[in-house]
């Protein structure tokens, strides 16, 4: 399993950056391989709340069963797919900046369960996950700040 750490600063309080962040639901507004989100325990979203997400990756769809491992209102929220290919664990921790908020994502992945030309990322993986990542917490972003214009 391989890591990365990328930053994003997005104009907006941290409350409403978390908000927003922390509503798995809406994944798939700005994360460009997440098709469908379903909920799998009640809300409110809370540790342990769990969800199927689908996904369209390289070797084509996949389904992860993912729960929130971490939660800490306005600060830090983690999700770990418990089942599934190309496990992963996403912590967010989100500070206040002059910015609005500091969106720092630190990622740990493995290509475990892939198929196709995919499965070779090998030691490349990181990189192009923290790139792909990047690429969302952009698209993240812009849909947060076009919300509050």
Do not use: K
């Amino acid at each position: 399993m391989g890591s990365f750490d990328i930053q994003c600063d997005v104009n907006g309080s941290v409350r409403h950056v978390f908000a927003a962040l922390s509503d798995v639901t809406r994944m798939p507004e700005w994360y460009s391989a997440v098709t469908v989100v379903t909920e799998l325990t009640a809300p409110p979203i809370s540790r342990g709340s769990r969800f199927r997400i689908h996904r369209n990756l390289p070797g084509g769809p996949v389904i992860n069963i993912v729960d929130v491992t971490e939660l800490e209102p306005d600060r830090v929220f983690t999700l770990t797919s418990v089942e599934g290919p190309t496990p992963f664990s996403y912590r967010y921790t989100l500070t206040p900046s002059d910015a609005g908020t500091t969106i720092a994502l630190h990622g740990q992945i493995s290509t475990e369960g892939l198929t196709g030309p995919a499965r070779f990322a090998g030691s490349l993986a990181p990189r192009l996950f923290a790139r792909g990542m990047e690429e969302n917490l952009n698209r993240f972003r812009t849909m947060i700040e076009r919300a509050s214009a």
